[in-house]
């Protein structure tokens, strides 16, 4: 799930499965730091992200747990 915000992009991942998972996405459009946002303690760390081709996408590699969710944040 994405929602845009007016200086952010928000993604909501969630892994429903019963098996963790790795897996790299491409984050169209958005900004050029990514960080992993932590709705119930607040904190926030960065996130590795790459810019490839073409421009204004970033990639970042995830991994769950399972049924683990994940707030990412670009800007």
Do not use: C
């Not at 119930?40 to 995830?62: E, F, M, N, R, Y």
């Amino acid at each position: 799930m994405r929602r845009q915000l007016k200086d952010a992009s928000v993604f909501f991942f969630f892994n429903e499965s019963d098996r963790a998972f790795a897996h790299s996405a491409t984050l169209m459009g958005v900004g050029k730091k990514a960080e992993v946002w932590d709705p119930q303690t607040g904190t926030v760390q960065p996130l590795h992200a790459i810019h490839p081709k073409p421009k204004g996408s970033l990639k970042i590699d995830l991994s769950l747990k399972p049924y683990e969710t994940e707030v990412v944040v670009v800007r």
